[in-house]
């Protein structure tokens, strides 16, 4: 049976072998899904240390999700940590990891040109029917498909953090992503234990559309003396049933890239820029390096 007849029907084009590039947060964390399913995961980044903090993030991730899944067997636990990194292959050369890839899913640095080069790079190398797909947040999957010849197997494919706790990937379908590319991320998502939702390729697709003048807004309710950043967090915690308030959460997320999805839907002209004006408060911690929990200090101390 030929799977390409049946786009719309429940055949999925058969997805065995991934290749991740970046081993960041985003990656480590599609990485490790993956692997924890049986999928053969290979993580490319492009030294040797920032594929060590990867599986790092991975290990103690996985030490959780275990001791969740098998409560009192530490044999069981040990286990499934060792059957997880079994999937688990990592390569400095990016070539390399493409070249018996079914699905490539790239989160490397938010950036359109060096985004842009890896496809243009992977599309000679990678099997011509490989699906790829981007987990970009901010940048336009139509544009990042250009950099190929395979605009009909290119979609995005958004993972949220913390990638092996959040439940939901949106699987976005720009207007050349074919059905059967969808109907294959799908189904991939479902494999991961994920739920998926479709989305069209538009700024911030669904999440970051809502969430991100969320964020601002909160900061701008401070900025106008309303009230503390602390009442804030408990009044949409326990007033909205928000598992962390907005500041909370915009330290998670990061206050650069915040700043950087903001900037750039002012300057893209495609959302209204009352919802993305410039915020001081948000400018000066970024100028500062108070970038949120990961550099120690953003809105709170960590
Ligand atoms: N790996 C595996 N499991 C993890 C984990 C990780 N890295 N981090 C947390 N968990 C699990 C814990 O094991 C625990 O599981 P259980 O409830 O089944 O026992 C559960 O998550 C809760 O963890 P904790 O009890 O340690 O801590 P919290 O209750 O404070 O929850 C949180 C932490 C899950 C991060 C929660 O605060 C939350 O959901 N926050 C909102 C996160 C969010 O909105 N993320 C999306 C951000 S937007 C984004 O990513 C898009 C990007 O493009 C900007």
């Avoid at 493409?98 to 496809?119: G, H, M, P, S, Y």
């Avoid at 913390?162 to 050349?176: A, G, T």
């Avoid at 401070?222 to 907005?246: H, I, N």
């Amino acid at each position: 049976l030929n799977s390409r007849a049946f786009s719309t029907s429940s055949f999925a084009q058969d997805i065995q072998k991934i290749t991740v590039y970046g081993s960041g947060l985003m990656g480590a964390g599609i990485v490790q899904v993956a692997a924890q399913k049986g999928y053969a995961v290979t993580m490319v980044d492009l030294d040797e240390g920032s594929l060590e903090r990867g599986k790092g993030i991975i290990s103690s991730s996985l030490k959780r999700v275990a001791k969740k899944q098998f409560k009192d067997d530490e044999q069981k636990q040990k286990e499934f940590i060792e059957f997880t990194f079994s999937n688990i292959k990592t390569n400095t050369d990016s070539g390399e990891g493409a070249k018996d890839a079914d699905l490539i899913i790239e989160a490397i640095v938010e950036n359109i040109e060096t985004k842009q080069k890896l496809f243009g790079f992977l599309d000679k190398i990678a099997p011509k029917d490989a699906i790829f797909a981007s987990n970009t947040s901010s940048l336009p999957i139509t544009e990042l498909a250009k950099a190929t010849d395979r605009a009909d197997r290119f979609a995005g494919l958004h993972f949220f953090n913390p990638v092996p706790q959040m439940k939901l990937v949106e699987v976005v379908k720009s207007e050349k992503t074919s059905d059967e590319t969808h109907h294959a991320l799908m189904e991939f998502s479902k494999k991961l234990d994920k739920t998926p939702v479709t989305c069209k390729d538009t700024p911030g697709f669904i999440v970051n559309r809502l969430l991100v003048p969320y964020l601002l807004e909160a900061i701008r309710l401070v900025e106008r003396g309303v009230a503390t950043s602390a009442d804030v967090d408990t009044a949409m915690k326990l007033g909205a049933g928000m598992p962390m308030g907005p500041f909370e959460l915009s330290d998670f997320v990061g206050l650069d890239t915040l700043k950087s999805i903001a900037d750039g839907w002012r300057e893209g002209g495609q959302v209204d820029p009352n919802l993305v004006a410039k915020i001081k408060t948000l400018d000066d911690l970024v100028s500062a390096g108070n970038l949120g929990r990961k550099t120690g200090q953003g809105f709170f101390p960590y």
